[in-house]
């Protein structure tokens, strides 16, 4: 379930402006820390910035909340690259 500023994040984050989005997830999470679709968004954005062990720290997170989460799963799957 989306929380607040994930939608905002994910609109700036298909216009390329990955650092915005991930202000975004950020600031979602502070108000909603247990996001996993924020904390997911969040990871993409990190990818995208070149920051993989916080993405990979986030997916991770999200994966505790909803373990069995789809998108998440699928998500953490796919190799980040070193």
Sequence with gaps: MPC??????GALADLSRHREA???FDKALKLE????????NRANALIKLDRDEEARAALDAA???????ADV??????????
């Design 33 to 40: 820390p247990d996001c996993p679709a924020a904390l997911e």
């Design 22 to 24: 991930l202000e975004s």
């Design 63 to 69: 994966l505790k909340l909803e373990p069995n989460n």
């Design 73 to 82: 799963l699928s998500s953490r799957a796919m190799p980040i690259p070193t």
């Design 4 to 9: 607040y500023g994930a939608n905002r994040g």
